[in-house]
């Protein structure tokens, strides 16, 4: 059974910093792997979606990385802002649509 | 993208009634699903909501506890039945194409405490 696990699960930086966000799985045999992030009281919004056949994928001042081999993604943030504060969540993608999610990472970014 | 309304977007019910809570899509989609936040944790899958047909739950769920319509291909329903403060959760709608490596979206969730 697929596990997903983000590491820490916690950060405060200060504003402008760059960021690194950790997620690792269990099971290679994943057909993406998807980035969101929740803001408190929201939904989830969808960041970055990478394919098991890519190695990663940029939109703007984000960028995250696959690496089926070693069971690992991460989610590179470039020149944090305040508004960037949220909990990012990466999942699983499964044939069906069906994501298994990790618990997430808060981030907080400190003027 | 799709546009995700759900409803209601937060309610306090007492112990032993149930609610239902909407999910509306703009477009038809192939798939739409349930998932449960509880307090602190990450989402779970509760169940496929299958337009015409009873729903698919995941382990650990069942009809009788959390049962889900879909009626057509841009709106279902999920009940949360006898509450119990258990179930005090965020319940998020998301919906799918069907299109495989395209992404799934969510709904603005709705947040039940149960007092």
């Known amino acids: 059974k697929q596990e997903v696990t983000q590491i820490p699960a916690a950060l405060s930086v200060p504003e402008g910093e760059n960021l690194v966000l950790n997620c690792s799985f269990t099971?290679?045999?994943?057909?993406?792997l998807q980035w969101f992030r929740q803001d408190p009281g929201k939904g989830l919004t969808s960041l970055l979606l990478?394919?098991?056949?890519?190695r990663e994928q940029t939109s703007g001042r984000l960028n995250a990385s696959l690496d089926k081999s070693s069971g690992r993604s991460t989610l590179y943030i470039a020149a944090s802002q305040p508004g960037d504060s949220a909990t990012y969540l990466c999942?699983?993608?499964?044939?069906?649509?069906?994501?298994?999610f990790g618990k997430g990472t808060k981030l907080s970014v400190k003027p | 993208s799709a546009v995700i309304s759900q409803k209601p977007s937060r309610d306090i019910c007492q112990r032993g009634t149930s609610l239902t809570i909407q999910c509306q899509v703009d477009?038809?989609?192939?798939?739409m699903f349930w998932y449960r936040q509880q307090p602190g944790q990450s989402l779970t899958l509760i169940a496929t909501?299958?337009?015409?047909?009873?729903?698919?739950?995941e382990s650990g769920f069942v009809i009788d506890k959390f049962p889900i319509s879909r009626p057509n291909l841009t709106f279902s329903t999920l009940t949360v039945s006898n509450m119990s403060p258990e179930d005090s959760s965020i319940y998020l709608c998301?919906?799918?194409?069907?299109?495989?490596?395209?992404?799934?979206?969510f709904g603005q969730g709705t947040r039940l405490t149960v007092v």
């Open positions: 998301s919906v799918w194409s069907g299109a495989l490596n395209t992404e799934a979206f």
């Open positions: 099971d290679s045999a994943i057909y993406n």
């Open positions: 990478i394919q098991s056949s890519q």
């Open positions: 999942a699983d993608g499964g044939s069906q649509g069906n994501l298994i």
């Open positions: 477009s038809q989609v192939t798939m």
């Open positions: 909501a299958n337009q015409g047909s009873e729903a698919t739950y």
